[in-house]
Each structure stands twice: as structure tokens, then as C-alpha cells.
């Protein structure tokens, strides 16, 4: 089946510091690729929605400056949080889609960044 | 505008018991995707099943069985003789059109214990 993997699977970092999650679709090529943030006992949040090739597309409320999304091939999308605080420590989830399919989305395992 | 409710924040069951899980979403769209997803203490999201809003025929999958009523908008899953490593969050959500993108309810916690 379908994998999608992310790296790294933790991080800590300091404050003011940036920070990035590389999310992959292994056996497959993904035209579109999804990033959601989930706090502690919290539903998953859509954070932005990227495309090969082309910009990403924000959630409202969601800072494209301080979230970069990256999105440069068919495997491969970057979520980059720059300038990190205390606040931004979450657990990140991406998620990778070849249009409707059985499974809808292919999660990654996530990556839970800590901020002191 | 989407949304998924989940009413229930949290379960907890003893071993062998029967649970289910409700989830009653909205869409103003004929065309939508229902999914359930398990959500182990490891974080990482398990995909158990997607219905589509054509078929509301019930499933059932070993102990996991789902009913889905399109008059009460609910997608509702049980969990026959529930095991302990049946504990986790689960989750509803709902996509609509082709882009695949999904709204989550708020996720329901299930504790079952010996």
C-alpha cells in the first residue's frame, strides 16, 4: 500500500530558531500533499494544501510566512517553521493524495516538535 | 461549509463490552466521502474505513461495523467485545468534491480496561 514517511519523527529546538519537516510519499506520486497541526488532545487542523509546482494554499488564520510549505516534486513537500516559539510545539502531520481514491489521504506518522 | 460532530470526548468501557462511537456531520454537498480513522497513543493515523454518500449500505469488518443513515446525516461505528488495544482516539471526517480535503470532528477517546 501506499506509504507517506516524515522526518524527523521529533525535533526540539530553540526559540527563534527554524525549524524543517520533510514529508515523502514512497511508492507513490502525490499531486496533492496536506499538513495538519494537532495540539495536545485536539481534532487535527488543516493547515495548508499544496500542489506540485505551484504555491500552497493557507488555511485562514495560518501564517504563510511563518509556515513554509515547499512542494517541489511528485514525493516530496517541506514544511518549514521559521522562527520557532513555544506556542508552535505541536504534533505535525502531513498527509499525501493521488485525487479520489479508496483511502482518500495516506498519512504520515508525524512529527511532534518541541519549542523551549 | 463542513462539519463533523463527535459528541462524545470520552469512553471507557471494560473488556468485552460493545461501544459505539457517533459521528453526525453536515455538508450542503450531494456528493461526500465519510471516514474513519484510529489514532493510537503512537500518534500515527490508521485508516479503517471510507463510505461514500451513495451507499449507505452498513459494513462490517470483524468486530468494527459501521451504519451509516443519510436521513439523520450520522455515520455511526461500533466495536463488538472490545479489547484493550482497542484504546485510542478515534476520528470522523468528511471530504467532499475531488480535492480530498478533509474535516475532522473532534475525535472521541476510548479507554477500555480489564
Known amino acids: 500500500g501506499a506509504v507517506v514517511s516524515q522526518h524527523p519523527s521529533w525535533v526540539i529546538c530553540k526559540s527563534g530558531t527554524s525549524v524543517k519537516i520533510e514529508c515523502r510519499s514512497l511508492?507513490?506520486?502525490?499531486?496533492?500533499m496536506f499538513w495538519y497541526r494537532q495540539f495536545p488532545k485536539q481534532s487535527l487542523m488543516l493547515m495548508a494544501t499544496?500542489?506540485?509546482?505551484?504555491?500552497?494554499?493557507?488555511e485562514q488564520g495560518v501564517e504563510k510566512d511563518k509556515f513554509l510549505i515547499n512542494h517541489a516534486s511528485l514525493t516530496l513537500s517541506t514544511l518549514t517553521v521559521t522562527s520557532a516559539h513555544p506556542e508552535d510545539s505541536s504534533f505535525y502531520i502531513c498527509s499525501a493524495s493521488v485525487g479520489l481514491t479508496s483511502r482518500g489521504q495516506y498519512f504520515g506518522p508525524g512529527t511532534r516538535l518541541t519549542v523551549t | 461549509a463542513q462539519k463533523v460532530t463527535q459528541a462524545q470526548t470520552e469512553i471507557s468501557v471494560v473488556e468485552k463490552e460493545d461501544v459505539t462511537l457517533d459521528c453526525v456531520y453536515e455538508t450542503r454537498d450531494t456528493t461526500y466521502y465519510l471516514f474513519w480513522y484510529k489514532q493510537p497513543p503512537s500518534g500515527e493515523l490508521v485508516f479503517l474505513i471510507r463510505?461514500?454518500?451513495?451507499?449507505?449500505q452498513n459494513e462490517i469488518s470483524g468486530r468494527y461495523s459501521w451504519n451509516f443513515q443519510k436521513s439523520t446525516s450520522s455515520f455511526n461505528f461500533t466495536i463488538t467485545a472490545s479489547q484493550v488495544v482497542d484504546s485510542a482516539v478515534y476520528f470522523c471526517?468528511?471530504?467532499?468534491?475531488?480535492?480530498?480535503?478533509?474535516?475532522f470532528g473532534t475525535g472521541t477517546r476510548l479507554q477500555v480496561t480489564l
Open positions: 511508492d507513490f506520486q502525490a499531486t496533492t
Open positions: 471526517a468528511l471530504s467532499t468534491g475531488t480535492a480530498s480535503k478533509l474535516t
Open positions: 499544496s500542489n506540485e509546482g505551484s504555491k500552497a494554499t493557507y
Open positions: 463510505r461514500n454518500s451513495f451507499d449507505e
